[in-house]
C-alpha cells in the first residue's frame, strides 16, 4: 500500500502541483490521513527547498469551520500547499490566501488511502485532453442529450455561460484546486431541462452512495416528482422549506478520470469517467451569494451523452 502512495503522491506534486525545486512545500493533515501526508513528505526529500507537515484535529480546530489563525499565517510562508482531511471543512480564508500570495493549494476532502492511491495515479496529459474535448463539443452544441441504462433519459440546453475544465493541474501563478480532478462543468439553461434523471451513486441526503436508485421528474427546470423512495419524505421537507429554488438544476458535471470508480465517496463520484454530477438548488453555483443554504448533490454513473444528436459518450467510455 506504501508504495502505492509513494507513486500516487509523485504524481500530485510534480504533474498536478508542479512543484520546483527551489520553493517550499506544506502538508496539512488529520490523524486519519497522516498515512498520505508521510508519503507526500517522503516524496518531497531532495525534490524542494524546504518541507513541513502539521498535523490539525477536530479537536484543536476547537470546532471551527475553518484553520486556525496560526496555520493560516504559516500557509503565507510557503509556495505549495497540500492539504488532506478524512472531512470537510470551510476553506475560505485558505481560498484569500491564495489570491493575496499566488500559492498553490491541492485539496483533498474526505480522503482515504484507497482514493488517494487509485485515482491519482491517472495519466493526468490524457485527462487534460479529455477535458477539452468534451468542452469543446458542449461549447457549440445547442441541444444536450443524457441517458444510462437504470433510466435517465434527460435532455438540455446550455445557458452560453462559460465551461470549465478541471483537468488537475493547477496554475503556475498560484491557485487552489480540489483533487481528485478530472470534470467539466456546465450551467443548465433552466428552463430547458426536461426528462427523468435516475441516481445510482453518491447523493446528499443518503451521506453516501445510495442503495436504491433514486428518480426525479423535472418538467421546466424544476424537480416535479419524485418516485417511491426511503427518502421521500426527507427530500420533501427540503423542497419545502426553499421553495422551487431547491428544485432547480444549478450546475452539472462530467467526469472524465478513468482511474476513478463511483464509490459513494463524492470526492471521488464526481470525477468518476462518464458520471453525471448534479447540483440542485439555486444561487449555488459559479459564485452566487443568494439561494437554498445547503445544495443537494448526487451523481448519475455510466453515462451515455449525446450533443446534437452525436455521439460523445456512450455507457461511461468517451467515443474517439
Known sequence: ???????????????????????????????????????LYKTAENRCFETVMIMVSPANRQGRAEFPDSV???????????????????LSQIKQVVLENKIRVASFPEITKDIFTRTMKADWRKVG????????????????????????????QTDNSNIITDDGHLPSEGGFNVLPAGQVYLKPLESSCEGLLVMDGYFSLARGKLQQNLTFEVQGGVVCGVENHLLAPELEKHFNKFKDAARCISG?????????????????????????????????????????????????????????????????????
Open 72 to 90: 493560516i499565517e504559516m500557509l503565507r510562508k510557503f509556495n505549495v500547499a497540500v492539504i488532506l482531511l478524512s472531512s470537510t471543512i470551510t
Open 129 to 156: 485532453i479529455n477535458t477539452r474535448k468534451i468542452a469543446g463539443r458542449l461549447s457549440t452544441a445547442k441541444k444536450i442529450r443524457i441517458t444510462n441504462e437504470a433510466g435517465t433519459d434527460f435532455t438540455f
Open 1 to 39: 500500500m506504501f508504495e502505492g502512495l509513494l507513486q500516487s503522491s509523485e504524481i500530485t506534486l510534480m504533474d498536478c502541483c508542479s512543484l520546483k525545486r527551489f520553493e517550499k512545500l506544506l502538508i496539512i493533515c488529520d490523524p486519519q490521513s497522516i498515512e498520505i501526508g508521510s508519503a
Open 252 to 320: 452539472l458535471g462530467i467526469g472524465v478520470l478513468d482511474s476513478a470508480k463511483v464509490s459513494g465517496n463524492i470526492t471521488e463520484d464526481r470525477v468518476s469517467m462518464g458520471a453525471i454530477h448534479l447540483t440542485f438548488g439555486k444561487g449555488l453555483f459559479f459564485g452566487a451569494t443568494h439561494g437554498v443554504s445547503n445544495p443537494l448533490e448526487a451523481i448519475i454513473s455510466r453515462s451515455t451523452v449525446f450533443t446534437d444528436g452525436k455521439l460523445l459518450m456512450q455507457d461511461g467510455v468517451l467515443t474517439q
